[in-house]
């Protein structure tokens, strides 16, 4: 996780939970996945360059968001 708390395709998952593709909502597309602790997050299929920025809707229960 960065400063700005996004991730990146091909990083690994810290906080277990619901996360959204940057880039989709920028172009008005809700594009959300759950990612498990541990999984790498993909490229986004919506998206046209693929390499997608996720950022953390809501943690998983029991989570800590704090990465």
Same mark, same amino acid.
């Given at each position: 996780?960065?400063?700005s708390? /996004?991730?990146?395709?091909?990083e ?11 880039? $989709? =909502? /920028?172009?008005?597309?809700e594009?959300?996945?759950?990612a498990?602790e ?5 490229? $986004? =299929?919506?998206c ?6 996720y ?13």
């Open positions: 996780m960065n400063s708390k /996004t991730w990146k395709s091909g690994k998952c810290r906080v277990p939970g619901l996360y959204r593709c940057r880039g $989709c =909502e /920028t172009a008005g597309r594009t959300t996945l759950e498990l541990g999984t790498i997050f993909p490229m $986004c =299929e919506a046209p360059q693929k390499d997608a920025t950022s953390l809707v809501r943690a998983a229960a029991g989570a800590s968001a704090g990465g």
